[in-house]
């Protein structure tokens, strides 16, 4: 494996930040430490990356991890979207010719996934923690790896966590609304909670209160995040009387489409009887009855996005914090909201 700027520092016992100072005959280092340095890199067989914006360098192995610890929200229903991060990933590890390696892990114990990770011969963990909480985060501190998490993240991890603006996405989704004339909108949300589920409420509420519209606890509906289990707890929700408000906001489309079914089996119409937003644009969702509007995750950006960070922390070119990034989405309005 050839070898990268952080080993290059170890040899020559000064900081990666010099070795890249160094390599890319920059200000910062002294004549005497820069020719040290580019003897050991010429010896170590190193091949610059310093002059390439992608810092290419095709001994360099990443590995993604795909971790459900239940299932009830990474399941083959949103294997379209997790696609679409790895196709991100994939577009950033090509441009600088590494390798990458996927590993899927179905309700393994988060500590035995980081234990297999000890011996791995990756340079770099991207991890997708859509079902890891801010405890199970702190397993991951024990291996000396560089690693990004995406599809959650917690402001006090000490890992560089990139994921999509929930915020922004559910006040799109209220605006428009809204806009649209509704006064009266209902939250489904999940029985199993995650860190974007929480901050999806958490903006949900924020949202209302925004646009002068009280959050009615009878509106609210909690619901196992699958379809057929989302329809069941939705249909027995429904059939409480004043339990139906002129729209529902779903805090994924997987939640709204059995909250469509649910309705549909109560002899209730969408749009004409109840609007529906989703939340995460997966395919199905442009052919639904009816095409559903929901908020798109840029999920490629995503994937992209960690590629390009963990590309920095892997060759030494940061020694900055642990960064969060919320990336934002947009709401794709189709045929679910009626304008009242």
């Known amino acids: ?76 229903r949103h294997n379209a979207f997790i696609t679409e991060y790895l196709e991100g990933i994939e577009a950033g590890a090509k441009k600088r010719k590494y390798k990458l390696e996927v590993s899927f892990y179905n309700k393994v114990p988060v500590e035995d996934i980081v234990e297999a990770q000890r011996e791995t011969a990756a340079d770099g963990l991207i991890v997708l923690g859509t079902e890891l909480n801010a405890h199970e985060l702190d397993f991951f501190t024990g291996l000396s790896i560089p690693m990004v998490f995406i599809d959650t993240c917690f402001p006090l991890a000490a890992f560089d966590c990139i994921d999509i603006d929930n915020d922004d996405g ?107 937003i989703g939340f995460d644009d997966l395919p199905s969702s442009s052919i639904t009855e009816p095409p559903l509007t929901t908020v798109k995750v840029s999920t490629h950006q995503i994937g992209e996005r960690a590629l390009e960070r963990l590309s920095d922390k892997i060759n030494g070119l940061t020694h900055s914090s642990p960064e969060k990034i919320l990336v934002s989405g947009k709401l794709v309005i189709r045929g679910s909201v009626r304008n009242i």
């Open 170 to 276: 559910v006040f799109q989704s209220v605006q428009y609304l809204y806009k649209s004339g509704h006064r009266s909108i209902g939250l489904v949300k999940s029985r199993f909670e995650t860190r974007n589920f929480r901050m999806r409420e958490e903006g949900f509420r924020e949202a209302m209160e925004y646009f002068s519209m009280p959050v009615q606890e009878k509106y609210l509906v909690s619901v196992d995040p699958t379809v057929d289990q989302a329809a069941s707890d939705m249909s027995r929700f429904l059939g409480k009387p004043g339990n139906i408000p002129t729209a529902f906001f779903c805090m994924n489309d997987i939640m709204a489409f059995g909250c469509i079914r649910a309705l549909k089996d109560r002899g209730l119409r969408v749009p004409e009887d109840v609007s529906v």
């Open 1 to 76: 494996m050839s070898p990268r700027v952080i080993d290059i520092a170890k040899i020559a016992k000064v900081s990666p930040a010099a070795v890249s100072l160094a390599l890319n005959n920059k200000t910062g280092v002294s004549d005497k430490v820069r020719q040290n340095i580019l003897n050991i890199a010429t010896q170590m067989g190193y091949k610059s990356i310093l002059g390439n914006p992608y810092q290419t360098n095709e001994n360099i192995t990443i590995k993604m991890l795909k971790i459900a610890k239940h299932g009830h929200i990474v399941n083959e």
